[in-house]
């Protein structure tokens, strides 16, 4: 057979193999060949008369469309691909599916809902595995996602998991997989939505749809870390695919992230340019929920650049666009952003504005948007806290509650060999954990079971020297000075979520993703990786610290178990061959502890391999030295046995 120079079919001829063909250059985002195979499969099908055969192709054809964003040509070729089917065969359910997709992508939320949950009892009672799969990812991404109902979605995507590992249909898992880390991403669940993305680059495709939506969430993720230059390259990757295949709702989603990239950076006008793009690439395709989205972050360039009137116009138009479309989420952010507005305006209608945005983030349960819009949220929250009314207190209450709740940036901390704290990506000012033994207090939590310390314990370890009743104010403005060093923006009286203080005990609570290259050190040594504990041991723990006797206890036994790993890691590279890399971890280990016999009888060894007789005796010899000046001893048998070996006694 001759190559037709179709790289994924050679010359397709029946209807069939024409709609494999599509599907095949579909799944790697070659859409322009996807297309011309599709319609040349519905040709194919007419010119057979059989109605079947006609109602698959179309249906292929309607998706193929769909991904082009031709909805009234989706609406068109499904329904006449549901004229030609029976009740109950497959064809029937895309059909159904193509007009539930035709209608979220156009707003019409409810009857999209409506038309998946049609597809899913259909699938469920025929056995029809691909489109119940198909029709439980519709339901999460097209109306559970932009309805704001995140924990459905996500249960949505995590049966259509299941099912594609059930029925081995891994081509399908890669869009569950892309809704499950979005929306992670949006709640604040950070892992996850990592975890979500590991699982994707393993079965997306490289320059398909999904692979362009896995650029733009870690490109989101990097964002929210502060790293703007790595979002701006993931975007980049990003929009490269989004147009080539000519999907709007990703283009639109790139747009967006451009525009949060440029206000990192400073560039309003920039950000203002992207939003601006967004709204109106949202608009052309009339994805009315995208719209609003966009206009909210216009908004907040407008905002940002001096324009309040403009600000609150785009404000005004999103809540417009978003409150029919039951967009839960963005219609709550929407209001946040305007009630912030009219408060640092001191507008009279100010306070309803609050009180709508407060009712739309409390019943949404949204406590991680207040987190996301910390810089908005936190100010009003504490302009509210002396809230008298009944109805105003409750609602500050549930708002304080759902944000003690929203997971922080996790923290990461280094001790060995310098201390320092970063806080997601960024570095926490060392001067702050200076202020008043801040970082000494929490050096010694991290240090501490479970992380929890009575005050009398505090005291005693940081204020050996006073009285417990003297003791007390130094101990509050220590874990005053670290509550506002871990979060800077918090407002007296608020909760930290990373320190309490109550009930005569203190608490460091680490959210998920933290870290600690110290125990990540003791759980690789544990595991007897040697070499990646040694790649994190860098010097000694908490060498700024070395003369705090608290500490004392913790910085030996890091240093015993740093020997042991250089030992045992110098060991496995002899018996791996590599005698050089051996000696290498052998004079580190030397130079901590130049008496340890058993590192020295490695090195001996080492060095006979490498044919170096001179370095060998030279090992034995600043032994014997050692012992006998420091310990009046000889060294061990097996040593002596090697040495007289080497001089040829």
Same mark, same amino acid.
């Given at each position: ?303 940002? +650049? =001096?324009?309040?009137?403009?600000? @609150? &116009?785009?404000?005004?138009? !999103? #809540?417009?666009? *978003? /409150?029919?479309?039951?967009? $839960? ?34 019943? +949404? =349960?949204?406590?991680?948007?207040? @987190? &996301?819009?910390?810089?908005? !949220? #936190?100010?009003? *929250? /504490?302009?509210?806290?002396? $809230? ?35 806080? =997601? ?225």
């Amino acid at each position: 057979m001759t190559d037709s120079g179709d790289p994924i079919m050679s010359r397709p001829t029946t209807v069939a193999s024409l709609i494999a063909a599509s599907q095949a250059h579909e799944r790697s985002g070659d859409i322009g060949p996807a297309h011309r195979h599709a319609r040349e499969a519905v040709h194919r099908a007419r010119s057979t008369g059989e109605p079947e055969s006609i109602a698959s192709a179309l249906a292929w054809l309607g998706l193929v469309e769909f991904r082009l964003g031709h909805y009234e040509q989706v609406r068109t070729l499904a329904r006449e691909a549901l004229s030609l089917t029976d009740a109950e065969t497959p064809t029937r359910a895309e059909a159904l599916l193509l007009l539930g997709m035709a209608a979220t992508e156009t707003d019409d939320l409810a009857t999209g809902e409506q038309l998946y949950q049609q597809v899913i009892d259909l699938s469920r009672a025929t056995g029809n595995a691909r489109a119940l799969v198909r029709a439980l990812h519709n339901l999460a991404a097209g109306v559970y996602l932009p309805q704001g109902r995140f924990q459905l979605a996500l249960a949505a995507d995590a049966e259509a998991l299941v099912r594609c590992s059930e029925y081995r249909l891994p081509e399908l898992a890669v869009y569950s997989l892309v809704t499950s880390a979005w929306v992670c991403w949006i709640i604040g669940e950070r892992q996850h939505a990592q975890n979500s993305l590991a699982d994707l680059a393993r079965t997306a495709a490289p320059t398909s749809l999904a692979t362009g939506y896995l650029y733009c969430v870690h490109a989101n993720l990097a964002l929210d870390d502060g790293d703007v230059d790595e979002a701006v390259q993931l975007y980049a990757q990003a929009r490269t695919i989004a147009e080539t295949i000519g999907e709007p709702g990703l283009n639109i989603q790139i747009r967006l992230g451009m525009s949060r990239a440029s206000k990192s950076r400073g560039d309003t006008a920039s950000a203002a340019a992207w939003a601006a793009e967004a709204v109106s690439t949202a608009a052309a395709v009339r994805y009315r929920h995208l719209e609003g989205e966009a206009l909210t972050e216009l908004a907040r360039c407008s905002w940002l +650049g =001096g324009d309040l009137e403009a600000a @609150e &116009r785009h404000l005004r138009q !999103a #809540i417009q666009s *978003l /409150a029919p479309l039951g967009a $839960a989420y963005d219609l709550a952010r929407a209001r946040l952003v305007l009630a912030a507005l009219l408060h640092q305006q001191r507008r009279p209608e100010a306070a309803t504005a609050w009180v709508l945005a407060a009712s739309a983030v409390a019943g +949404g =349960g949204y406590g991680f948007l207040l @987190e &996301r819009e910390r810089s908005l !949220a #936190i100010p009003l *929250l /504490a302009a509210h806290l002396g $809230a008298s009314e009944p109805a105003a207190r409750s609602l500050l209450v549930q708002l304080l509650n759902q944000l003690q709740k929203a997971l922080p940036p996790p923290l990461h901390v280094t001790m060995l060999g310098r201390f320092q704290v970063r806080r =997601g990506r960024q570095l926490i000012d060392p001067p702050a954990l200076r202020w008043r033994r801040a970082g000494e207090l929490l050096a010694l939590l991290l240090l501490s079971p479970g992380r929890c310390l009575t005050a009398d314990q505090v005291t005693d370890a940081l204020w050996p020297e006073k009285e417990p009743l003297a003791a007390r104010t130094p101990f509050h403005h220590a874990t005053s000075a670290l509550r506002r060093a871990l979060e800077p923006d918090l407002p007296d009286r608020f909760p930290s979520r990373y320190l309490a203080v109550e009930g005569g005990q203190v608490t460091l609570t680490l959210p998920p993703g933290s870290t600690v290259d110290a125990e990540t050190f003791e759980a690789h040594w544990r595991r007897g990786e040697w070499e990646p504990a040694l790649g994190l041991c860098r010097g000694e723990l908490l060498p700024d610290l070395r003369y705090a006797g608290w500490a004392v206890t913790a910085r030996e036994r890091i240093s015993l178990l740093h020997q042991r790993a250089l030992l045992s890691a110098a060991e496995a590279r002899l018996a791996a061959g590599v005698p050089h890399r051996a000696l290498e971890l052998i004079e580190q280990l030397l130079a901590l502890e130049p008496w340890h016999e058993q590192a020295v009888l490695v090195g001996m060894q080492a060095s006979v391999a490498l044919n170096d007789r001179p370095r060998a005796l030279r090992h034995y010899r600043a032994l014997e030295k050692e012992l006998r000046q420091e310990l009046d001893t000889a060294p061990a048998a097996e040593l002596q046995t090697l040495y007289r070996k080497l001089i040829g006694l």
